[in-house]
């Protein structure tokens, strides 16, 4: 794509974004951020933040890195967590995930910062090595890196997370159906470290969502 097309796409998207939005939406937000997610999601341009919600602006305070990873990125975090006080922190892995799949597939030609950085997901690389198909090995592992990201989230903010103040949210964007629940869904899979389906369906907070809508939006991969 030539940079001319591109520069236009960019003038044209954003004036149409300030035509849409009148200065009572921007006043709202012009001298202060107060979102209530804080959101640890890849950094794959096929993963926006608004396949979680509509409209993100002053909702959602955004950290994007290869392989939604937390030590990579962690003042970033904690900055949302501690300092935002966000009452949720979300890890948002996604199909198809490029950083998990380079290292799977060995990444000697990548760049020393690339590794070093891939080198954060080592601990769950190991658990599912031996698998033989490729494409469930994949999803697996991505399945076990949000877990990974979740514990180490837990260990970080056990206490805000024991105190009803925070709450870990492991989550799949499933652009492949590989769920069988609809392409683009948002899969719950961990919980402040709890993985199983009918326990997370159990918690308050999701009791207070129609049941119909909650089986769709939690589930696992088999492992």
Avoid: W
């Amino acid at each position: 794509m030539k940079i001319a097309d591109i520069l236009k796409e960019i003038i044209e998207g954003n004036s149409e974004f300030v035509n849409n939005h009148n200065t009572d939406y921007f006043a709202g937000h012009a001298s202060h951020q107060n979102p209530y997610i804080t959101l640890v999601s890849c950094a794959d341009s096929r993963v926006p933040a608004n396949a979680i919600m509509p409209n993100t602006i002053n909702k959602i305070f955004k950290i994007e890195n290869i392989g939604n990873q937390v030590l990579s990125c962690e003042g970033s975090v904690d900055y949302g967590v501690l300092h935002l006080k966000t009452p949720v922190l979300m890890i948002l892995g996604h199909s198809d995930c490029g950083a998990i799949k380079a290292y799977l597939k060995g990444f000697n030609e990548e760049t020393y910062n690339i590794k070093r950085e891939l080198d954060f997901l080592l601990p769950i690389i190991n658990k599912t090595a031996n698998e033989l198909n490729f494409e469930k090995q994949l999803s697996t592992t991505i399945q076990h890196n949000i877990d990974y990201q979740v514990n180490i989230a837990y260990k970080k903010y056990r206490d805000i997370v024991k105190n009803k103040k925070l709450t870990i949210i492991g989550a799949y964007y499933d652009f492949k159906n590989e769920f069988n629940k609809g392409y683009g869904r948002i899969i719950i899979t961990n919980v402040n470290k709890n993985k199983d389906k009918n326990q997370i369906l159990d918690l308050s907070e999701f009791k207070e969502v129609r049941n119909n809508v909650n089986k769709i939006y939690v589930g696992r991969l088999i492992e």
